[in-house]
């Protein structure tokens, strides 16, 4: 089972990124799909998760939107009004239980994360 994460980079603030999410090996289609990232220094926390509705973390808002591609195998997120509070590596993940947590101890599967540097 592979999970591969892209579209990371340097932005300004203000602006925007879309990351990627391409799985393998596992047909994630029925279940939750959810983005972390992790900070210098911090834990990895939770960022949005695409399951049976859609759920973001309070900083982000209004900022970020979660989305599945058609077969549901991928996934995306779209960021906007970035802010340097949002450097971080993003992680994608995917659990084997039918009802996960906003917590990472409840995702099995995480791919090898993707960089957004936010510049002042």
């Known amino acids: 089972v592979q999970l591969q994460a892209s579209g990371g980079g340097l932005v300004q603030t203000g602006g925007s990124l879309r990351l990627s999410c391409a799985t393998s090996?596992?047909?994630?289609?029925?279940?939750?799909m959810a983005w972390f990232r992790q900070a210098p220094g911090k834990e990895r926390e939770f960022v949005a998760a695409?399951?049976?509705?859609?759920y973001y973390a309070d900083s982000v808002k209004g900022r970020f939107t979660i989305a599945r591609g058609n077969g549901k195998n991928t996934m995306y997120l779209q960021m906007n009004s970035l802010v340097p509070e949002d450097t971080a590596v993003y992680y994608c993940?995917?659990?084997?239980?039918?009802?996960?947590?906003?917590?990472?101890?409840?995702?099995?599967?995480w791919g090898q994360g993707t960089e957004v540097t936010v510049s002042s």
């Open positions: 090996g596992h047909t994630f289609s029925r279940g939750t």
């Open positions: 993940s995917a659990p084997t239980m039918v009802s996960p947590t906003c917590e990472a101890y409840d995702y099995d599967y």
């Open positions: 695409d399951g049976r509705g859609k």
